[in-house]
Structure formats: C-alpha cells, structure tokens
C-alpha cells in the first residue's frame, strides 16, 4: 500500500484518494488552498449566495441547518444567524445513540441561538431491524444514523418550502480533496448514495424480508421533481470560509462553553462527543474495514494544519488505533444481539487487502513507507505554527455523566 508523504492516509480509503509523484495525496494538495485562496473574497461570495434567500417574502425561515450537539453545528449556526443575518430552522435526526453531554449541547444550542429545533426521532424497534440488516450486509452500526442525518434536513426544506440548507463542512474535501474548494460543490443525492451510504439507499434495503416501506419512509430521499419544485439546494460553508475545526470549536467554548469530552480511540475531544459509539464500536469497525480509524483522520487534518509533525501523528495513531472499544455492550443490549453474534458478523467484512493472519491473529499488511523516499517525506514536511491540545470541559462532574442512551423526544416505552 502506498502512503502520503506528508499525512498518513494510505491508497485504501473509502473516499478514493489519490496519489501524485512525490507520494502526496490530493488530500493534502487540495488542503493547500487553505493557505493561498482569498478567503475574504469567498466569504464576500457567500454573502451573495445569501442575498435573495434573505430577500424573500418568507417572514419565518429563509434556511435549515441541520445540526447535532457533537460536531461544528454551533459554528455553523454561530455564522450563518449571528455574522449573515439568516434566519434559520435547525433540524436534527435522533440517532438514539445521544450521549448526555451532547444532549445538553443540543439544547443549551437552541437556547443560545435562539432558534427553533425540528427534530425527527425514530421508531427504535425500526432501527433495530435496520441495524440487523446493515450489519450482516455492510459491516455498518452506524448506516440509519448517515441515512437519517443526511435526509432529514432534505425531506424538511421539501415539506416547509425552504429551498436553502447550509452544511459546515463537506468531508469529501477535506479529507481527500475529491474536490477544489472553488468548485463550489453542492449535495446531491447521487454523493450521499455512493459515499455516505456505502452504495445502499433507504430502498435497497427492502430485500431483508422484515423491513417494510412504511419502516424506511423517514429515510427517502425526495424525488428529483420534488426538490425541483421548491428548488431546494444544499451548500457547504468550507467552500467560503477556511475550515479549521479545532479553532472553530475552541472560540465556541470560549463564547458559549460548548462541552466536550475525552474519546476512546482518538484524542480529539471536540468532533462526534453527541454519540456513545461513533468513536468507539462504530470507529473500531471502521479499522477493521479499511484499517485506519477516527484518530488518523484526526492526525491528517492536524499535520495539514501545522499543528502535528509526521512522528507525533505516528504515535497517536499506534496510541488509539488498537483500543478495544468498551461501549459494544451498550449496543448489543439495546438491539438485542448477541456481543459473539455481532463480532461474526463484523469479522466477515475485514478487508483482506489490508489485513493478513499470523499465528492466528490478524495483523495489518507493511505498507509501501515511504521510508525507502525520504527525499518526498522531506520535501512535503511542513512547519508547525502551533501545539495540537485539546481540553474535555463538561459543565457537570464527569463521573456523574451517564453512561446509558439519552433519549432525545422520547416518544415511546422499554417494555
């Protein structure tokens, strides 16, 4: 496997990244723009963009910002109600998973803001099933939280007529440059299929015998003549504004005392706090299957930001990568799966490509270091601007934090 000569991604990533001669990846090359586009001028854009959505007759909402306690939705809103002057509609998909600080962080948000919040919670005996579903055929815990997150906001801006809907930060740039920052790429339904949904739409998932149409309905995606009716369009603020997550969350502690909290297989404490599993079980899948987890992603990002040297990000990564997640329990329980049953399940998507077994133990394949270039790794070193410290700050005493689902709308009842 080929490696960057200045972040650590590899050729294996589901985002297709690619390779130049020097071994750098368009992830980084496209990164670079950070530092060399005129971000004033784009920000002047953007303000365009907003001009006729601000213009219209609409005396209630003129955008929707779908947003979450655990990532950059406070920033988001911070920029978009607080700097443009819109009027925004935040809606959230309950992914059931909540932990309690990124409940309190969602509802400290919509006070903070002053903002109204839709939030769609689903049938839990649903996403059970498509949990079952997901596992066996994706290898995926996660695969209803994507569907729900990346729909909802769409399936409102159809429902309420509210044709703009502002996203922070689009991942396909930011993590492997699968586009410019000038590009000015927009959603789309077809990026959401290949991508986040791993090649599976809310339809696709009517071959497992005991999911329903009415079970996936909160999971559809709009026909193409519904969205052109309303003209409904998705943008991406790290298209006009220079995306830096970790200053971004830290001036939103500093102004409105965001919370965060210390993860399991990273060390960042700012991104993804909202869910017990996405940076544990859900991460630890991940590894498995494409052999990288959360904390290179973290890595990447701080090397590009000149905050991490190669070497620190090395030691992070074989720091967190190999930490057995301890919230599998918490999972199986509520779905009701056996821990064993659902390990099985998860062995068989291991990708071979990047695994191989030893004495009966898996181990990860040599990668193609570029040790053997030093010239590239020396030529690609960038220098670093700042320390990468991250702080966890909760406004309660974390050992009274509570290590069960918090159910955001609780609409219904254990039995």
């Given at each position: 496997?080929?490696?960057?000569s ?31 586009l ?13 001009a ?10 003129n955008c929707i910002?779908?947003v979450?306690?655990?990532?950059d ?10 700097i ?27 006070t ?16 059970k ?10 290898g ?53 299929k290949e991508?986040d949904l791993?090649?599976?739409e809310a ?15 909160n ?19 790290n ?5 830096d ?13 965001y ?13 993804d706090?909202?869910c ?48 057995i997640?301890?919230?599998t ?7 009701k ?12 998507h ?14 990860k ?7 053997e ?7 690609n070193?960038?220098?670093l601007?700042e320390?990468?410290n ?9 050992k009274?934090?509570?290590?069960e ?11």
């Open positions: 496997m080929i490696v960057c200045r972040c650590l991604y590899t050729e294996v990533h589901p985002l297709n990244i690619t390779f130049n001669e020097n071994f750098l990846c368009s992830g980084c090359r496209v990164h670079e723009e950070k530092d060399n005129d971000w004033n001028k784009r920000f002047e854009k953007l303000k365009k963009i907003l006729p959505y601000k213009k219209s007759n609409r005396t209630i909402y910002i779908p979450s306690g655990g990532k939705s406070y920033y988001t809103v911070y920029i978009v109600k607080n443009l002057g819109m009027n925004p509609l935040l809606v959230t998909y309950n992914k059931l998973y909540n932990t309690e600080i990124g409940i309190r962080n969602l509802s400290y948000l919509k903070i803001f002053g903002c109204p919040l839709l939030t769609m919670t689903p049938n839990p005996n649903t996403v099933k498509i949990n079952h579903f997901t596992i066996k055929k994706m995926s815990i996660y695969w209803h939280c994507i569907a729900g997150q990346t729909v909802f906001p769409v399936q409102t801006a159809y429902k309420f007529k509210i044709p703009l809907i502002i996203w922070g930060v689009h991942q396909g740039i930011d993590q492997v440059g699968m586009f410019s920052h000038t590009d000015e790429v927009e959603m789309t339904r077809k990026y959401r991508h791993m090649g599976y339809e696709d998932l009517l071959m497992n015998g005991s999911l329903l149409e009415s079970d996936l309905e999971y559809l995606y709009p026909h193409d003549k519904e969205i052109e009716s309303v003209g409904v369009r998705g943008i991406y603020l298209n006009y504004i220079r995306w997550s970790k200053a971004q969350h830290e001036l939103m502690i500093n102004k409105f005392h919370e965060t909290m210390f993860q399991q297989r990273t060390f960042d404490a700012y991104n706090i909202d017990h599993h996405y940076s544990g079980l859900h991460d630890y899948i991940k590894y498995i299957k494409w052999g990288f987890g959360k904390v290179t992603d973290h890595v990447c990002r701080e090397i590009r930001l000149k905050r991490l040297s190669r070497n620190q990000g090395i030691r992070l990564v074989e720091k967190y990568q190999n930490k997640p301890n919230d329990s918490l999972f199986c329980n509520f779905n799966i056996k821990k064993s049953s659902l390990l099985r399940s998860i062995e068989k291991r990708n071979k490509k990047i695994w191989k077994k030893i004495q009966g133990k898996w181990e394949k040599a990668i193609r270091n570029n040790d270039n030093k010239k590239f790794i020396l030529n070193k960038l220098n601007i320390k990468c991250f702080n966890a700050k909760s406004r309660k005493d974390k009274k934090l509570s290590n689902y918090i159910t955001l709308g609780r609409g219904w009842v254990e039995k």
